[in-house]
């Protein structure tokens, strides 16, 4: 089964991304580029829902609507991840 989640890169004033996924408090990445950042994503959501997995908790659906703040990024991308994982979502 896949789970796809929303994710949101900050493009930080030194480089780099700073990401999060809404839907999963907590799960923050990042990455030197934007192809390291997404990759880093995939790996972060795959660890974050293998954990929940690992103590019998619910696995979070994606979030519908996404806020977020600027801090002192110079620019904001949403994406779409899709990972595979062996339970369903909850």
Not at 11 to 20: K, M, T
Not at 59 to 74: A, L, N
Request: hydrophobic share 40%.
């Amino acid at each position: 089964m896949e789970a796809t989640y929303t994710v949101v890169l900050m493009r930080e004033n030194d480089g780099g991304y700073s990401v999060s996924v809404p839907a999963l408090k907590g799960c923050h990445t990042q990455g030197d580029d934007l192809p390291e950042a997404l990759e880093m994503a995939k790996e972060a959501i795959q660890c974050y829902l293998e954990s929940l997995e690992k103590h019998g908790e619910a696995i979070p659906r994606d979030v519908s609507i996404v806020t977020f703040e600027w801090d002192e990024g110079t620019e904001a991308l949403v994406y779409k991840v899709s990972v595979r994982e062996a339970i369903s979502v909850a």
